[in-house]
């Protein structure tokens, strides 16, 4: 049993509020219109306190997507009505946002919006690509196989994304370990090593010095730099998040060796793979290129395809509107164009994204590849400086000792 928040007003247009406890918000909303009342709102008691609190986005991870669409898909085309579908669903889901957003399409739908008025209201929490297909689908009467479509495109997406993450483990790894390396040498072996030689006696050389010096000032005056660590990742990310910053991250994502091509080969498999998904559902080729373009993370390739846009508005073929996007393979022209000669955009956009999504793994394996010996590099730098802070001393004396 879980705790429902509602607001109901009676016949005599009398608001009143509190918890009704039931198993599910379909059970809630049934108990409460039993009374005659109409629901204003209906949603998951979260009780108070800091745990309660949401962090971070308020948008739904690709996996909770992929379920939504595919339970949803497979509930609909069993023949279950819209309303008992996003009740089971709700029962089913398992994290708090994902439950909040169903909790409040369901309540929607049975204050008399439709399901494509419902999933709009959830603008901030679902993707553009997924309230457009929706509504395209209900209006064509197929939301059971727009569903399903959107289940399969966000299962790709993920895998993509699910990829990148895995491939750059191991060098997150090294950069930890040469980390941690550092401090743990510099804060615990170096002050013992240097007390020990000062006791004896014998001479620093200045890269001993300048490792004590270092030493001293990190143990010392650690929350200094723990504060500046912290000031240059939030300065980092507001400057990402600021116009200039963005576009010039955006840029730079292009244009470095390796880094670049990973990028390219990224974004033209999210274009093709979304545009492809969009027209298939009944979207106009204007509607599915603004769809993704808001869907690429990429800012550059966000403005040159709001200008493909315009192109499109006057008239221009989607080919020639794309083609002074550079930064995608001259494949992508060449496959748009027979594409719209052939009438089977949809499809060659489709086999195009593959084509680009193996591209993008080969760019990716590349660039860790690259980053792996480079990582083991700065850490044998950093060690090997280390150690030759301590041994230089230590051979010293012991040449004047024999």
């Known amino acids: 049993m879980a705790n429902f928040r509602y ?25 409460l219109k039993s009374d005659g009342k109409y629901i204003a709102s209906l949603s998951l008691d979260k009780g108070k306190g800091i ?19 595919r339970q949803l898909a497979s509930l609909l085309s069993a023949g279950i009505t819209v309303v008992r579908s996003l009740d089971m669903l709700y029962q089913q889901l398992e994290t708090k946002k994902a439950k909040k957003c169903i909790g409040e399409i369901y309540e929607s739908v049975q204050s008399g919006r439709n399901l494509s008025e419902a999933f709009a209201e959830q603008r901030g929490v679902l993707p553009n690509i997924m309230i457009s297909m929706i509504s395209a689908g209900e209006e064509s009467g197929r939301l059971d196989e727009v569903m399903e479509r959107l289940a399969e495109h966000f299962a790709k997406d993920a895998k993509v994304k699910n990829k990148v993450s895995s491939a750059m483990v191991y060098p997150k790894i090294l950069a930890g370990l040469t980390a941690a390396i550092s401090i743990g040498l510099l804060t615990f072996l170096v002050p013992k090593v240097g007390t020990t030689i000062a006791e004896l006696g014998g001479e620093m050389p200045a890269l001993t010095k300048a490792l004590l010096a270092m030493s001293h000032s990190l143990v010392t005056y650690w929350y200094i730099y723990l504060a500046v660590a912290g000031l240059i990742v939030y300065g980092f990310k507001m400057w990402r998040a600021s ?11 292009l244009k470095l060796p390796i880094v670049g091509k990973m990028t390219k080969m990224n974004a033209s498999a999210r274009f093709t793979r979304t545009v492809a998904t969009l027209l298939r559902s009944g979207i106009s080729v204007l509607q599915a290129v603004e769809i993704t373009e808001k869907s ?66 080969a760019a990716t394996a ?33 040449q004047w000792l024999l």
Do not use: C, H
């Not at 116009?243 to 994502?253: V, Y």
């Open 7 to 31: 607001q109901v007003i009676d016949s005599n247009g009398k608001m009143s509020e509190g918890i009704i406890e039931a198993t599910s918000i379909g059970e809630a909303s049934r108990k």
């Open 51 to 69: 745990m309660n609190m949401e962090i971070g986005s308020p948008k739904l991870k690709t996996k909770e997507l992929v379920m939504i669409s």
């Open 243 to 253: 116009d200039k910053g963005a576009e010039t991250w955006s840029m730079l994502m």
């Open 296 to 361: 690429l993370d990429n800012v550059v390739l966000q403005k040159k395809l709001a200008q493909a846009r315009v192109e499109i508005r006057k008239g221009t073929s989607l080919s020639r509107s794309i083609r002074d996007i550079t930064e995608f393979p001259p494949m992508i022209y060449a496959m748009v164009s027979i594409g719209e000669e052939s009438g089977t955009l949809d499809s060659i956009l489709e086999k195009a994204a593959d084509f680009f999504e193996d591209e993008a793994d």
């Open 366 to 398: 590349k660039m860790v590849s690259a980053l792996e010996p480079i990582m083991i590099i700065i850490m044998a730098i950093i060690v090997g400086l280390v150690v030759g802070g301590i041994g230089m001393p230590i051979l010293t004396m012991a």
